[in-house]
């Protein structure tokens, strides 16, 4: 009677986390679990895709990665455990971006699915076979409605003309084709992409669309913690925003989108800018004017 260890390329391994931000740092952990018949100094193999961190055995580099068992190597894109043992059942951990910070593994800057092509041999004398299916990891811009939003500036004199600059911050994950929506609130301008016309608005990246009283950048691709810049009123003059005629506080209500395919969706918070009445000294104030004494004859 033949006594042998599992066949090459058998097995299965997976991967945790399975998703993963764009460009964000990750500690993977792979396990794989022995066929039966297990192995006898035999080996495992790891391509990492093109993007992620190419592996390392040294703790402190990008893509650093630990076995539980086995002796760990890398060249280029590829880490071998040799020398695993493991009965019938029995796993073997590998983790890649062990311990995280500098050792972290980088993922790409694009998003997609990344496999994690997996080979196997049960014996130091078998020949590295690819395993039945190898675990893959979902790479994905942020969340639709993450990201902040502030402007500049948050007070203005009621029924003044002013340029508003509104600056969006992308999330961890960034954006890809995305779209930021800017509704400016009743009694403000309508947006405008003309220049010369009241509530004119440009944006620093991406194509500006005006309907009612919303504005939408599309086309955004930011990468995490880069900005938008949208300027309503940019210019100043004819193509000023102007603020409604009575005071109180106007909520620019700022909708976001991460993909195209995305949905716009409200940001946890929106910018807000309060309008105020002119100094009581200040004569060109029309309530000021109406109740302000005749001059001495």
Same mark, same amino acid.
């Given at each position: 009677?033949?006594?042998?260890?599992?066949?090459? @390329? !058998?097995?299965?391994? !997976?991967?945790?986390?399975?998703?993963?931000?764009?460009?964000?740092?990750?500690?993977?952990?792979? &396990?794989? !679990?022995?066929?039966?018949?297990?192995?006898?100094?035999?080996?495992?193999?790891?391509?990492?895709?093109?993007?992620?961190?190419?592996?390392? %055995?040294?703790?402190? &580099? #990008?893509?650093?990665?630990? #076995?539980?068992?086995?002796? +760990?190597?890398?060249?280029?894109?590829?880490? &071998?455990?040799?020398?695993?043992?493991?009965?019938?059942?029995?796993?073997?951990?590998?983790?890649?971006?062990?311990?995280?910070?500098?050792?972290?593994?980088?993922?790409?800057?694009?998003?997609?699915?990344?496999?994690?092509? %997996?080979?196997?041999?049960?014996?130091?004398?078998?020949?590295?076979?690819?395993?039945?299916?190898?675990?893959?990891? %979902?790479?994905?811009?942020?969340?639709?409605?993450?990201?902040?939003?502030? *402007?500049?500036?948050?007070?203005?004199? *009621?029924?003044?003309?002013?340029?508003?600059?509104?600056?969006?911050?992308?999330?961890?994950?960034?954006?890809?084709?995305?779209?930021? #929506?800017?509704?400016?609130?009743?009694?403000?301008?309508?947006? $405008?992409?003309? $220049? @010369?016309?009241?509530?004119?608005?440009?944006?620093?990246?991406?194509?500006?669309?005006?309907?009612?009283? *919303? *504005?939408?950048?599309?086309?955004? &691709?930011?990468?995490?913690?880069?900005?938008?810049? +949208?300027?309503?009123?940019?210019?100043?003059?004819?193509?000023?925003?102007?603020?409604?005629?009575? #005071?109180?506080?106007?909520?620019?209500?700022?909708?976001?989108?991460?993909?195209?395919?995305?949905?716009?969706?409200?940001?946890?918070?929106?910018?807000?800018?309060?309008?105020? /009445?002119?100094?009581?000294?200040?004569?060109?104030?029309?309530? /000021? /004017?109406?109740?302000?004494?005749?001059?001495?004859?």
């Amino acid at each position: 009677m033949t006594v042998s260890n599992s066949n090459d @390329g !058998t097995g299965t391994e !997976t991967v945790s986390p399975t998703s993963v931000l764009v460009s964000s740092s990750n500690t993977l952990t792979f &396990t794989y !679990t022995a066929a039966s018949g297990g192995l006898s100094s035999g080996a495992v193999t790891i391509a990492a895709p093109a993007g992620w961190s190419a592996p390392s %055995t040294s703790s402190g &580099t #990008a893509g650093y990665t630990t #076995a539980s068992t086995g002796t +760990v190597s890398a060249a280029g894109q590829v880490v &071998t455990v040799s020398g695993v043992t493991l009965t019938s059942g029995s796993t073997l951990t590998v983790t890649y971006g062990a311990g995280g910070g500098a050792s972290s593994a980088l993922a790409p800057s694009s998003a997609g699915t990344s496999t994690f092509t %997996t080979q196997e041999k049960s014996t130091s004398s078998g020949t590295l076979t690819n395993l039945a299916s190898s675990p893959t990891v %979902t790479v994905s811009n942020s969340n639709d409605g993450t990201g902040t939003e502030t *402007v500049s500036p948050t007070s203005v004199t *009621v029924g003044s003309s002013d340029t508003l600059v509104f600056t969006y911050t992308a999330a961890a994950g960034g954006t890809a084709s995305g779209a930021v #929506a800017i509704t400016a609130p009743s009694g403000w301008s309508a947006p $405008s992409t003309s $220049s @010369g016309t009241a509530g004119y608005t440009t944006a620093s990246t991406g194509t500006v669309s005006a309907a009612g009283q *919303v *504005v939408t950048v599309s086309g955004v &691709t930011l990468t995490s913690g880069s900005t938008l810049t +949208v300027t309503y009123g940019a210019g100043g003059g004819a193509s000023s925003a102007l603020a409604p005629s009575s #005071a109180g506080t106007s909520t620019f209500t700022t909708q976001e989108k991460s993909t195209s395919s995305g949905t716009l969706t409200n940001l946890a918070s929106s910018p807000t800018a309060d309008g105020v /009445r002119p100094p009581w000294g200040h004569f060109g104030d029309p309530q /000021r /004017r109406a109740s302000s004494p005749p001059a001495p004859a």
